[in-house]
């Protein structure tokens, strides 16, 4: 990979227009990127809870997908509660 | 350069990166995952029986990410 090198003279010379673009570009990439993070973490917790049998093929069989799905859905679930009680603490 | 190539540049190397940190998770978590799967007894090398869990395992892993990847995607649509 031929990485040209920029410095902080190069991204001076960037305009008003290109900053802005790039400003979002980096915001979208951010919040890609902590999906991304979730997703990780999910994959490795659900996989331990999921993937219990003796691994004979390399697809994921009915039971080990719909485990999957769930384990992950009810994460979701699970972090809204935290934030519900939370919510509740604070509250009382 | 001019700002529309510094700009493309930014966006190469920025897209690059995130790449590679994504393969280098993925990759860490494949070999935790299945080494604890795959090799129950360390031998003085990988028997062909442990190579071949060790792939299909690797398969598995990348599969049930997928799924997850999906799942919180629409998930996330959904509460948004």
Redesign the interface.
């Known amino acids: 990979?031929d990485?040209?090198s920029?410095d902080t003279a190069?991204?001076e010379?960037?305009?008003e227009k290109?900053k802005t673009?790039?400003r979002q570009?980096?915001q979208n990439?951010n919040q890609?990127?902590r999906?991304?993070a979730?997703?990780?973490s999910?994959?490795?917790v659900?996989?331990?809870k999921?993937?219990t049998g003796m691994?004979?093929?390399?697809?994921?069989d009915k039971t080990?997908?719909n485990c999957?799905?769930n384990?992950?859905?009810r994460f979701?679930d699970i972090s809204t509660l935290t934030m519900k009680h939370l919510q509740n603490i604070r509250q009382s | 350069m001019d700002s529309e190539s510094i700009k493309t540049e930014v966006i190469r190397q920025v897209r690059t990166q995130y790449a590679i940190d994504n393969a280098k998770q993925l990759i860490e978590k494949i070999n935790e995952h299945c080494f604890e799967r795959c090799v129950l007894k360390p031998g003085p090398s990988l028997s062909s029986s442990e190579q071949t869990c060790f792939t299909q395992c690797m398969e598995k892993y990348m599969a049930a990410w997928n799924q997850v990847s999906s799942t919180s995607i629409s998930r996330l649509q959904r509460e948004n």
């Open positions: 990979m990485n040209l920029l190069d991204l010379k960037l305009n290109d673009e790039l570009f980096l990439e890609k990127a999906i991304q979730t997703v990780h999910l994959a490795d659900c996989f331990k999921c993937i691994i004979k093929n390399g697809k994921l080990e997908e999957m799905v384990c992950a859905e979701f």
